[in-house]
């Protein structure tokens, strides 16, 4: 078997996050109660410095490589990112003296591109899926000499990722249903871990576009599989596959994990308007789709619970507003 990240695993993630990440807050959203019926909470990662969950993992990585050279010195990280992990990377690695480089899609939002640099890290634009950049990326590090830190397929990225399950077990220890979204599986299978870690029962589901249902796929297939295209206004979601790992663990944990929902890119963008409006939340399309599955009905699952949607950045254009009107 695969290793798992483990309990001792995120309590360290959790201690080294102290001073670093924030310990956002877990917010009621009375919109959000009336369409479900029971009470429906947000998880705010959007409030992170770098304005997404990502931090937690990326510093968790570099700083436990840090600690790994035993005082040798590092060339620097790179990383493959469509935005917010590269941001996290560049931050952390600001943070701890090193040298970034964040290889990026031709097609990234310029908010994500000027958030990375504003962190300290170099950008590479190269082609437009995750494979594209993971090739460029394995290309650089390994003619300088860097240190990769991957997106989510990571024991120490999932690590990171767990303490959003952990503070929602410490914040709502009654919690019945939570909703993560999926891109390649890093965020869920941290909260499946943090929940599991915590010992309270909640049940975890995992919300992904419908251009870019690899999960799904995963699931009826028994294992990751490559989808041979994605598409999404959801530009955080687009991996061809979910992660081998980050399967692993949600794998293992299939009596809290309960599989995955789809959402459109309508329902999404209805959600980035009424976090933003209703609940005075501003999300990316990314971060919007827990709430776009409550909205189309996706997460009705006959509980009673409440129910928590993690808010996972924060991030947006403000183009994607222009000519707009809200809900």
Excluded at 11 to 19: P, S
Excluded at 25 to 36: I, K, N, S, Y
Excluded at 117 to 134: H, M, P, Q, Y
Aim: aromatic share 4%; net charge neutral; with cysteine.
């Amino acid at each position: 078997m695969a290793p798992i990240v483990t309990p001792d695993d995120v309590r360290d993630a959790a201690r080294g996050l102290q001073g670093v990440a924030v310990r956002t807050p877990l917010t009621p959203a009375p919109p959000l109660t009336e369409v479900a019926g029971r009470p429906v909470y947000l998880k705010c990662e959007s409030l992170q410095p770098v304005g997404a969950f990502k931090v937690r993992g990326a510093y968790t990585a570099v700083r436990r490589l840090v600690e790994r050279s035993g005082g040798q010195p590092i060339p620097g990280v790179i990383t493959y990112s469509s935005g917010n992990h590269g941001q996290a990377v560049a931050f952390a690695a600001q943070r701890l003296h090193l040298r970034a480089v964040i290889v990026m899609p031709e097609t990234a939002p310029q908010i994500k591109i000027e958030g990375v640099k504003r962190w300290g890290g170099e950008v590479v634009l190269a082609g437009r899926t995750s494979e594209d950049r993971k090739a460029r990326s394995d290309e650089i590090a390994e003619q300088e000499g860097l240190a990769t830190i991957p997106p989510f397929d990571h024991l120490d990225v999932i690590a990171g990722q767990a303490t959003v399950g952990l503070e929602i077990a410490e914040q709502l220890p009654e919690a019945a249903l939570v909703a993560a979204p999926v891109g390649g599986g890093g965020l869920l299978a941290g909260v499946v871990v943090g929940l599991e870690a915590a010992g309270v029962p909640a049940a975890v589901v995992g919300v992904e576009p419908v251009g870019a249902a690899k999960l799904s796929a995963a699931l009826a297939a028994g294992q990751p599989v490559r989808l041979e295209r994605t598409g999404s206004i959801a530009d955080g979601l687009l991996p061809l596959s979910i992660g081998a790992i980050t399967f692993a663990h949600l794998m293992a944990y299939r009596g809290r994990f309960r599989g995955a929902v789809t959402v459109a890119d309508d329902s999404i963008r209805q959600a980035v308007h009424l976090l933003r409006d209703r609940c005075r939340l501003v999300a990316e399309p990314s971060g919007a789709a827990t709430t776009a599955a409550l909205l189309s009905g996706a997460l009705a699952d006959g509980g009673v619970g409440p129910v928590v949607l993690v808010v996972s950045g924060g991030n947006v254009d403000p183009a994607f507003f222009e000519g707009q009107t809200g809900t």
